[in-house]
């Protein structure tokens, strides 16, 4: 069972900067991907970025060339530094870990963007 604790949400204003911290239970080398959701209350959770055991990253248009996703397999930490925030990055956002075939999810951390 692998369990993940977000952390590093709160209140920024718009313009500002923000980074979040996953934290595993387990190795997260060995893990096939790592990723970050987040969620506003009404919508579908939308998928932002992807990190692979290899360290390749992905991301969603509307977070490029602001967010980047690293990690620290010997801490077994995924961050997400997130610069250049908008109002319309207000979200719940979470931390998901993919060891085939298993998704593992934290319990997010609220991220407000506002003056």
């Known amino acids: 069972q692998v369990q993940l604790v977000e952390s590093g949400g709160g209140l920024v204003q718009p313009g500002g900067s923000l980074t979040l911290s996953c934290a595993a239970s387990g190795n997260i080398f060995s893990f096939n991907a790592m990723r970050w959701y987040r969620q506003v209350p009404g919508k579908d959770r939308e998928w932002i970025t992807t990190i692979t055991r290899g360290s390749r990253t992905n991301y969603a248009d509307s977070v490029k060339g602001r967010f980047t996703i690293s990690k620290d397999n010997a801490k077994n930490t995924v961050y997400l530094q997130m610069n250049s925030l908008r109002p319309e990055d207000t979200a719940v956002y979470y931390c998901?870990?993919?060891?085939?075939?298993?998704?593992?999810w934290g319990q997010g951390t609220r991220v407000t963007v506002s003056s």
């Open positions: 998901n870990a993919y060891l085939s075939p298993y998704d593992y």
